[in-house]
Each structure stands twice: as structure tokens, then as C-alpha cells.
């Protein structure tokens, strides 16, 4: 395959991926507006109550790193598993279609809605809330947020290879809420029972969220390198599994293209 | 027959294939001739898709070989030759027919033009519509373009007319004459043997994942010719089976259901044996009856 045709197709895939999402209101409306209500509730009705803009700046990072965990949650695990129970996956491994393309495709989808609620959110802050960053903050903000797709792509693409397509839907909902609430996406960790605590230094998405609070200096003051290296041993953990779960069920996205 | 002097494009060879414990296939031979529309014909199990899925490498090879144009049939150069129509219960339903296309094209070097592919699969008006708003045969249609995307010189239909109205189904039928007409070649598995009879230039039947039979249409259809008789009688079945034409005799309910070549000489016979015989009816075998016969045949 020449290289003009392979990065034709990625980029197609990666077209339509996003375009049947968006054209998906069941996930489209959800991802897209629930961070966001979240936002506007907690950040701005509830936060600037109060003297400082501490909450409404807090939870931006933090209700971010929510923004992004849904879209790649669901488009991997549910989108995947749902794929391959329709047949879809089956069809596309019968044509030329690199296996690269696809799963291309589905971050890109991710890291699109990703972008887009961290938009919202931002634009939120800034305006409604008056969060007040330094410029550099804003872009560090955003990059720690987005670059959150990677881990969080891993653990749907986990969960799409060992799930079926029905089952995937509430194995993903199972994960995402009580991910969301234990890693102190909602609340500050420090809120809880120590046990609470404990389980939350297991979660991909409280060493997220830390990362992303440590550009705006109101993290748990941990060290970089520490969450950093978490965060990749877990992705490569979630890859196992998925090319695990590939493996037992049909050998596709595992094969090579000779 | 010109297909038999034909060089092989794909085959099975001696493939036995399980579903844990299940046995799919056993020892199943198969041969796809360059230029033929060959129709692999069993009842519902009998094997078919396995036998595609493993000719379109989407299943692993367990027992024997399987090699599309004399590779590996999930290799990327076999990929790029071929076109397959499965049965699947549905992609995107937020794409519409012509995004469905574009994408597909794009897989393939040299592909059909997008137009010619609407006209192919008869979808010209229904370019703009998303393929979740399609009805049951409008969808069937979408997946034979979709098969035809890389203008393939080897075309697999997995049961391609499942769901079609008569008309539709017609209308398919001539896309694959045409096909044939200039020069690919099909594999076309279908459960109903007047399709078969229709495209096929050579049959293979499958019945519990073995080849029973192998020929033409018309050879095939010879063989299955039996007419099956259903009556009340005391005469035992056994006494029935070794009459003249007498393929398969047996007891089902209160009836005696006997599958006969010869349904005169049989009929003759049981108002002879037993003049309080009722509920006599002669008919035409169906395809399970005809299956049964060729079993009945080899073994």
C-alpha cells in the first residue's frame, strides 16, 4: 500500500468515525453537555459564591479530565464492542483496511469530543466564572487534558475487547461514574475516608487529574514523575488486556499486515 | 465443461473446523475455478459461512489448508483481490450510502467510481440517505456495492438475497450474470437451490460440514429430484425402504413419510399392500428431503 493511500484511508476513517458520532445524539449530547452542566453549577453558580475563585479553578482541571474520560470510554469500549457484534469489524478485516486506521480513527474521535468540551469549558471559566490563568496555563491545561485520551483510550479499548457489545455499555458505566467520583473528579480526595483515598492512588484518572491541577498549582503536591510513571504502566497494562482479549476472540487488530 | 479446465482461484483442502466442541466442518474439500459463479448450497449450519469465513481469513485455519490466489487467504495482496457481502447485522447507521461508499473505495487502489457502484447496486436515489434509514433490501444492496468497492476479481456473497423481494432479488441476480460476464469470479453460498439453479455454473452441497455432492445445476437438481409420500398405513417403514426408488422410508407422528424417485411405482405398491391406507399425499421433495437423498447417496 503506498503511503498516500495508508494516510488516506486514516484520515477517512478518522472522518466518518467522528462524523457517525457526532450524528449520534444518545452520545453525542451526553459527553458533550455533562461536564459542562457540571461546570456551570458547581464552578459558576455554586463556586463564585465565595471570595476566592479556588472552586471554580479547581474544578475546571478536574471536571476536564471527566470531559475527556467519557468520550474515550465510550466511544472505545462501547463504539468497539458494538462494532464487532454488528459485523462491522468482521466486514472491514476482510478489506485492505490497515487495523491502524481504525483504531486511529477511534482516538481521534476521542480527542475531537475531548477537545471540544475542554473548549466549552475554558471559554465557561473564563467568562462566566472568571477564572483568571496565565496564558501558559491555559495551553499546559489543555495539553495535560487531551493527552489524558491516551491512558483512558487504553482502558475503553480494554473493555471493548473483553465485552460484548451489549454488556459493554454498563461495564463502561460501571467504570466511568465511580472512576469519575473515587478519583476526585467531583470532590476533592482529601474529602474522603482514608480507605477511599487509598483506592483513588489506583486510578488512571486521579493521577490525571493531578497532573492537570499541577499546572494550576492546587495538586496533592505528589511528584510528577510518580503519576507520570502510573499513568504509562497502567496504558500498558489496559493494552495487554485489550490484545488479550483480541487474541481469545477473533485475532483481528492483532493482525500483521503483510 | 469449460469451467472444469479453468485454473483453481481459492480452495479448501481437506479443513475440519470446531466451535469447541462442535464440529463445523470435517474434511471439506472445495475449489473456486477462475471465471465461475460457484454456488456452495446447504441448509441452514450445514457450514457454509464457516467455509467463507475461512477462505476470507476471517477465521484461522484449525485442520487442513485453505489459499486464495496461492496465498494465505487473510494476506494483504489477497485482500486488495477480493470482495465479500456477509452476513452482518448492520455498519454505521449514521453514514449515509455515498460516505459508506467513498470510505470502502478508498481501501482499494483501484476501485469502482462511486457512481458506478450506485448504478451497479441500483442505489442512485438513495445516495443521500443514511444507511440506518434504509429498509431490510435497500441495506442488502448497500453491502453488495460495498463488496464491489475494489472492483475485485474474486467476489464472495454470503447468502446475498437474504430479505429481498422477488424483484430485488432478480435484479441481483443479473448484477451477478453480468459479473460473471466479464470474467470475475463468484462464490455464492445460498440455501435455496433455485438460486443456485439460476447463477451457478457448478454446485458444491454441504450437509454437516462435509461435501455430499459436486456438478452442475442441473446434475444436482437430477439427484434431487424425489417426490416424498405421506400416508396413514400399517405397512412398516422398513417394508416400504426396499421397494424400487425408495430413497429414505420412515415413521413420523402417526404418518409414514417415504422419499421415492419413482412415486408411481411406490403409490402402486401401498394402495396394493394396504387397502385401508389414508391421508395419502404426494409432493414435491423440499431441499431437506433432497439433502437427505444425497446423504443417503454417499454413504
Same mark, same amino acid.
Given at each position: 500500500?503506498? #503511503?498516500?493511500?495508508?494516510?488516506?484511508?486514516?484520515?477517512?476513517?478518522?472522518?466518518?468515525?467522528?462524523?457517525?458520532v457526532?450524528?449520534? #445524539?444518545?452520545?453525542?449530547?451526553?459527553?458533550?453537555?455533562? #461536564?459542562?452542566i457540571? @461546570?456551570?453549577?458547581?464552578g459558576?453558580?455554586?463556586?463564585?459564591?465565595?471570595?476566592?475563585?479556588?472552586? /471554580?479553578? @479547581?474544578?475546571?482541571?478536574? @471536571?476536564?479530565?471527566?470531559?475527556?474520560?467519557? /468520550?474515550?470510554?465510550?466511544?472505545?469500549?462501547?463504539?468497539?464492542?458494538?462494532?464487532?457484534?454488528?459485523?462491522?469489524?468482521l466486514?472491514?478485516?476482510?478489506? #485492505?483496511?490497515?487495523?491502524? *486506521?481504525?483504531?486511529?480513527?477511534?482516538?481521534?474521535?476521542?480527542l475531537?469530543?475531548g *477537545?471540544?468540551?475542554? *473548549?466549552?469549558?475554558?471559554?465557561?471559566?473564563?467568562?462566566a466564572?472568571?477564572?483568571?490563568?496565565?496564558?501558559?496555563?491555559?495551553?499546559?491545561?489543555a495539553?495535560?487534558?487531551?493527552?489524558?485520551?491516551i491512558?483512558?483510550?487504553?482502558?475503553?479499548?480494554a473493555?471493548?475487547?473483553?465485552?460484548?457489545?451489549?454488556?459493554?455499555?454498563?461495564?463502561?458505566?460501571?467504570?466511568f461514574?465511580?472512576?469519575?467520583?473515587?478519583?476526585?473528579?467531583?470532590? /476533592?480526595?482529601?474529602?474522603? /475516608?482514608?480507605?477511599m483515598?487509598?483506592?483513588?492512588?489506583?486510578?488512571?484518572? @486521579?493521577?490525571?487529574?493531578?497532573?492537570a491541577?499541577?499546572?494550576?498549582?492546587?495538586?496533592?503536591?505528589?511528584?510528577?514523575?510518580m503519576?507520570?510513571?502510573?499513568?504509562?504502566?497502567?496504558?500498558?497494562?489496559?493494552?495487554?488486556l485489550?490484545?488479550?482479549?483480541f487474541?481469545?476472540?477473533?485475532?483481528?487488530?492483532?493482525?500483521?499486515?503483510? | 465443461?469449460?469451467?472444469a479446465?479453468?485454473?483453481?482461484?481459492?480452495?479448501l483442502?481437506?479443513?475440519?473446523?470446531?466451535?469447541?466442541?462442535?464440529?463445523?466442518?470435517?474434511?471439506?474439500?472445495?475449489?473456486?475455478?477462475?471465471?465461475?459463479?460457484?454456488?456452495? =448450497?446447504?441448509?441452514?449450519g450445514?457450514?457454509?459461512t464457516?467455509?467463507?469465513?475461512?477462505?476470507?481469513?476471517?477465521?484461522?485455519?484449525?485442520?487442513?489448508?485453505?489459499?486464495?490466489?496461492?496465498?494465505?487467504?487473510?494476506?494483504?495482496?489477497?485482500r486488495?483481490?477480493?470482495?465479500?457481502?456477509?452476513?452482518?447485522?448492520?455498519?454505521?447507521?449514521?453514514?449515509? %450510502?455515498?460516505?459508506?461508499i467513498?470510505?470502502?473505495?478508498?481501501?482499494?487502489?483501484?476501485?469502482?467510481?462511486?457512481?458506478?457502484?450506485?448504478?451497479?447496486?441500483?442505489?442512485?436515489?438513495?445516495?443521500r440517505r443514511?444507511?440506518?434509514?434504509?429498509?431490510?433490501?435497500?441495506?442488502?444492496?448497500?453491502m453488495?456495492?460495498?463488496? =464491489?468497492?475494489?472492483?475485485?476479481e474474486?467476489?464472495?456473497?454470503?447468502?446475498?438475497?437474504t430479505?429481498?423481494?422477488?424483484?430485488?432479488?432478480?435484479?441481483l441476480?443479473?448484477?451477478?450474470?453480468?459479473?460473471?460476464e466479464?470474467?470475475?469470479?463468484t462464490?455464492?453460498?445460498?440455501?435455496? =437451490?433455485?438460486?443456485?439453479?439460476?447463477?451457478?455454473?457448478? %454446485?458444491?452441497?454441504?450437509?454437516?460440514?462435509?461435501?455430499?455432492?459436486?456438478?452442475?445445476?442441473?446434475?444436482?437438481?437430477s439427484?434431487?429430484?424425489?417426490?416424498?409420500?405421506?400416508?396413514?398405513?400399517?405397512?412398516?417403514?422398513?417394508?416400504?425402504?426396499?421397494?424400487?426408488g425408495?430413497?429414505e422410508?420412515?415413521?413420523?407422528?402417526?404418518?409414514?413419510?417415504?422419499?421415492?424417485?419413482?412415486?408411481?411405482?411406490?403409490?402402486?405398491?401401498?394402495?396394493?399392500?394396504?387397502?385401508?391406507?389414508?391421508d395419502?399425499?404426494?409432493?414435491?421433495?423440499?431441499?431437506?428431503?433432497?439433502?437427505?437423498?444425497?446423504?443417503?447417496?454417499?454413504t
Amino acid at each position: 500500500m503506498t #503511503p498516500g493511500r495508508r494516510f488516506r484511508i486514516y484520515l477517512l476513517e478518522a472522518r466518518f468515525q467522528v462524523l457517525e458520532v457526532l450524528r449520534e #445524539p444518545m452520545f453525542a449530547i451526553p459527553t458533550l453537555t455533562f #461536564p459542562l452542566i457540571l @461546570y456551570l453549577f458547581f464552578g459558576v453558580i455554586m463556586g463564585t459564591r465565595g471570595v476566592s475563585l479556588a472552586v /471554580p479553578t @479547581y474544578v475546571l482541571a478536574t @471536571y476536564g479530565v471527566f470531559g475527556v474520560l467519557g /468520550p474515550a470510554l465510550f466511544g472505545f469500549g462501547a463504539g468497539l464492542a458494538n462494532e464487532r457484534d454488528t459485523g462491522v469489524l468482521l466486514l472491514k478485516q476482510t478489506t #485492505p483496511m490497515p487495523a491502524g *486506521a481504525y483504531l486511529f480513527a477511534k482516538v481521534m474521535a476521542a480527542l475531537i469530543f475531548g *477537545a471540544i468540551v475542554v *473548549a466549552a469549558l475554558f471559554l465557561t471559566a473564563a467568562h462566566a466564572a472568571g477564572v483568571a490563568l496565565y496564558r501558559w496555563q491555559w495551553f499546559a491545561l489543555a495539553g495535560v487534558l487531551l493527552a489524558g485520551v491516551i491512558p483512558f483510550c487504553a482502558l475503553g479499548l480494554a473493555i471493548g475487547a473483553w465485552a460484548g457489545g451489549r454488556s459493554a455499555v454498563a461495564v463502561v458505566n460501571l467504570v466511568f461514574l465511580p472512576m469519575a467520583m473515587l478519583a476526585g473528579l467531583w470532590l /476533592p480526595i482529601y474529602m474522603f /475516608p482514608d480507605v477511599m483515598q487509598d483506592i483513588a492512588l489506583a486510578l488512571p484518572a @486521579y493521577h490525571h487529574a493531578q497532573l492537570a491541577l499541577k499546572v494550576i498549582a492546587m495538586d496533592a503536591g505528589q511528584s510528577v514523575p510518580m503519576h507520570l510513571a502510573v499513568l504509562v504502566a497502567e496504558t500498558l497494562v489496559f493494552l495487554g488486556l485489550a490484545a488479550l482479549g483480541f487474541r481469545r476472540a477473533d485475532g483481528f487488530l492483532m493482525r500483521r499486515s503483510r | 465443461m469449460q469451467a472444469a479446465r479453468s485454473p483453481t482461484l481459492a480452495s479448501l483442502s481437506r479443513v475440519t473446523h470446531r466451535y469447541g466442541p462442535v464440529l463445523a466442518l470435517e474434511g471439506l474439500d472445495l475449489e473456486v475455478r477462475r471465471g465461475e459463479v460457484l454456488g456452495v =448450497l446447504g441448509p441452514n449450519g450445514a457450514g457454509k459461512t464457516t467455509a467463507i469465513s475461512l477462505l476470507l481469513g476471517s477465521l484461522q485455519v484449525q485442520e487442513g489448508v485453505a489459499s486464495v490466489f496461492g496465498s494465505a487467504p487473510g494476506a494483504a495482496e489477497v485482500r486488495v483481490r477480493r470482495g465479500a457481502m456477509l452476513q452482518i447485522s448492520g455498519i454505521s447507521a449514521n453514514l449515509t %450510502v455515498r460516505e459508506h461508499i467513498e470510505l470502502f473505495r478508498a481501501y482499494y487502489p483501484a476501485p469502482f467510481s462511486a457512481s458506478r457502484l450506485l448504478a451497479l447496486a441500483g442505489l442512485e436515489d438513495l445516495a443521500r440517505r443514511r444507511y440506518g434509514k434504509l429498509s431490510g433490501g435497500q441495506k442488502q444492496r448497500v453491502m453488495f456495492a460495498l463488496a =464491489l468497492a475494489g472492483d475485485p476479481e474474486l467476489l464472495f456473497l454470503d447468502e446475498p438475497t437474504t430479505g429481498l423481494d422477488v424483484d430485488a432479488r432478480h435484479r441481483l441476480w443479473n448484477e451477478i450474470r453480468a459479473l460473471r460476464e466479464s470474467g470475475r469470479t463468484t462464490v455464492l453460498t445460498t440455501h435455496n =437451490l433455485d438460486e443456485a439453479d439460476a447463477l451457478a455454473d457448478r %454446485v458444491v452441497v454441504i450437509h454437516n460440514g462435509r461435501r455430499i455432492a459436486e456438478g452442475t445445476p442441473a446434475e444436482i437438481k437430477s439427484r434431487t429430484a424425489g417426490r416424498l409420500a405421506r400416508c396413514v398405513t400399517r405397512i412398516a417403514p422398513d417394508a416400504v425402504a426396499s421397494l424400487p426408488g425408495v430413497v429414505e422410508a420412515r415413521t413420523r407422528g402417526q404418518h409414514l413419510e417415504a422419499l421415492t424417485t419413482q412415486p408411481e411405482v411406490l403409490v402402486r405398491e401401498l394402495l396394493v399392500r394396504d387397502e385401508a391406507l389414508a391421508d395419502l399425499t404426494v409432493v414435491a421433495a423440499g431441499l431437506e428431503e433432497a439433502f437427505l437423498a444425497l446423504t443417503r447417496d454417499t454413504t
